[in-house]
């Protein structure tokens, strides 16, 4: 079936650091890669997509880039703030699934002055 | 509405006791969804709304779980006879898109906690 896996949390990091979350994907054809994030007390928000092989989503220094040969969605921003601190989440949308995402289990950061 | 409201915020329910949980989707919007999230996972795909049409409720995991859009607008999840493992936040989101096009303009809302004591 299809699955997304996260790398555990949490991650701490420093202002300014660079940021890496790994996001790989087991899904049959081209699914549609997301990453989602959720703010404390807030409801999940999408933060960037991408629809088809080497794509790259970005948004607010977020990159994300759709590597079929890995099955892999990473996401990083190359220097965080404190107000990046929530709970991010890769989620895929299986290919032929009209509006089902499959969501991994999510991965919390910690920015710190 | 702005976004996506569910109500109550939190929920306790003694074991056995019936629940329904509602979403006030955005105005004007014909996909609705529901999903479970439990602790420390993600969410989990319940069930799929296009207007009052339920076009997908193979995530439901039991007979005790029902949704229903009878208007194409506000939606209730209830779950009957509750169980601790239906412990979890259960979050309602809503696309003006439809199809596979609605999962790229998901507004969630910000989820109702039930507890099951």
């Known amino acids: 079936g299809n699955s997304v896996t996260q790398m555990e949390g949490p991650v701490t990091l420093s202002e300014e650091a660079f940021l890496t979350i790994n996001c790989t994907y087991t899904?049959?054809?081209?699914?549609?890669l997301f990453w989602y994030v959720q703010y404390p007390g807030e409801g999940l928000q999408l933060l960037l997509k991408?629809?088809?092989?080497?794509d790259k989503g970005s948004n607010k220094g977020f990159e994300a880039t759709y590597r079929k040969e890995t099955t892999s969605f990473h996401l990083e921003k190359g220097s965080v703030q404190v107000s990046d601190s929530a709970v991010y989440f890769c989620?895929?949308?299986?290919?032929?699934?009209?509006?089902?995402?499959?969501f991994g289990t999510g991965t919390r950061l910690q920015v710190t002055l | 509405g702005a976004g996506v409201s569910q109500s109550p915020r939190y929920k306790v329910a003694k074991r056995g006791q019936d629940v329904a949980l509602r979403c006030d989707p955005i105005?004007?919007?014909?996909?609705l969804f529901w999903y479970q999230q439990a602790l420390g996972q993600g969410p989990e795909f319940l069930t799929y709304?296009?207007?009052?049409?339920?076009?997908?409720k193979s995530g439901l995991p039991s007979d005790r779980f029902f949704a229903e859009r009878p208007e194409g607008s506000v939606s209730t999840l209830k779950i009957q006879r509750t169980q601790q493992e239906d412990s979890a936040v259960y979050l309602c989101?809503?696309?003006?898109?439809?199809?596979?096009?609605?999962?790229?303009?998901?507004?969630f809302g910000s989820g109702t906690r039930l507890t099951v004591v």
């Open positions: 989101a809503s696309s003006s898109r439809t199809g596979r096009g609605a999962n790229y303009g998901y507004t």
């Open positions: 105005s004007g919007h014909v996909s």
């Open positions: 899904a049959t054809g081209y699914p549609s």
């Open positions: 709304f296009q207007n009052e049409a339920q076009l997908d």
């Open positions: 991408a629809t088809k092989a080497d």
């Open positions: 989620a895929l949308s299986p290919i032929g699934t009209a509006s089902k995402l499959t």
